[in-house]
Antibody
Framework: QVQLQESGPGLVKPSETLSLICTVSGGSISSYFWTWIRQPPGKGLEWIGYISYSGITNYNPSLNSRVTISVDTSNNHFSLSLPAVTAADTAVYYC?????????????WGQGALVTVSS | NFMLVQPHSVSESPGKTVTISCTGSSGSIGSNSVQWHQQRPGRGPTTLIYDENQRPSGVPDRFSASIDSSSNSASLTISGLKTEDEADYYC??????????FGGGTKLTVL
């Protein structure tokens, strides 16, 4: 059974960089496609971006200039980096697997990690 | 920009059937794959329906989905409602750039 687990700091100061890792177990990261989604408190889901196992990326244009997603096949995880955060970046961040890229088709999700941006 | 519009909330009684709509703002929703995701209170999302009407293993056949091209909308139908079905439901598709698009979510209350 494939499982995804988000990890990283739960508190980030404004203007600093939010960094999260999604560790994949029960399957290899060297196939399929991997994605990040976030959910501000009390609001809906917002897609952040995805990456293929070979490193091809596609990002939400509303975040494009700020976000970087990378993949580490040797450690079976992928990462999210979001610099210059503000309070608007406070959210639960989810990682997920895409069984297919076109169309983007979800199958497994992580449990989520709450990240609060505050001084 | 392509958007998916869902009702903010719906409610129905246990044992009944409820339908949640998801309307595309432009184009043809029927030509895009629509998925549905469930998010129970305090939990992360799980995928309920993919490829219009396919269910991952473990999802009961009380959950079904359809597309109505004439109204440019997709629908999720839940029959035999149970209290455990109380959750937020999100439709999801994509646009011509292959960007993932989520609907705003519908809160289902089973009362």
């Amino acid at each position: 059974q494939v499982q995804l687990q988000e990890s990283g700091p739960g508190l980030v100061k404004p203007s600093e960089t939010l960094s999260l890792i999604c560790t994949v177990s029960g399957g290899s990261i060297s196939s399929y496609f991997w994605t990040w989604i976030r959910q501000p408190p009390g609001k809906g889901l917002e897609w952040i971006g995805y990456i293929s196992y070979s490193g091809i990326t596609n990002y939400n244009p509303s975040l494009n200039s700020r976000v970087t997603i990378s993949v580490d096949t040797s450690n079976n995880h992928f990462s999210l980096s979001l610099p210059a955060v503000t309070a608007a970046d406070t959210a639960v961040y989810y990682c997920a697997r895409l069984r297919r890229l076109t169309p983007p088709t979800f199958d497994y999700w992580g449990q989520g990690a709450l990240v609060t941006v505050s001084s | 920009n392509f958007m998916l519009v869902q009702p903010h909330s719906v409610s129905e009684s246990p044992g009944k059937t409820v339908t949640i709509s998801c309307t595309g703002s432009s184009g043809s929703i029927g030509s895009n794959s629509v998925q549905w995701h469930q998010q129970r209170p305090g939990r992360g999302p799980t995928t309920l329906i993919y490829d219009e009407n396919q269910r991952p293993s473990g999802v009961p056949d009380r959950f079904s989905a359809s597309i109505d091209s004439s109204s440019n909308s997709a629908s999720l139908t839940i029959s035999g409602l149970k209290t455990e079905d109380e959750a937020d439901y999100y439709c999801q598709s994509y646009d011509f750039n292959n960007y993932v698009i989520f609907g705003g979510g519908t809160k289902l209350t089973v009362l």
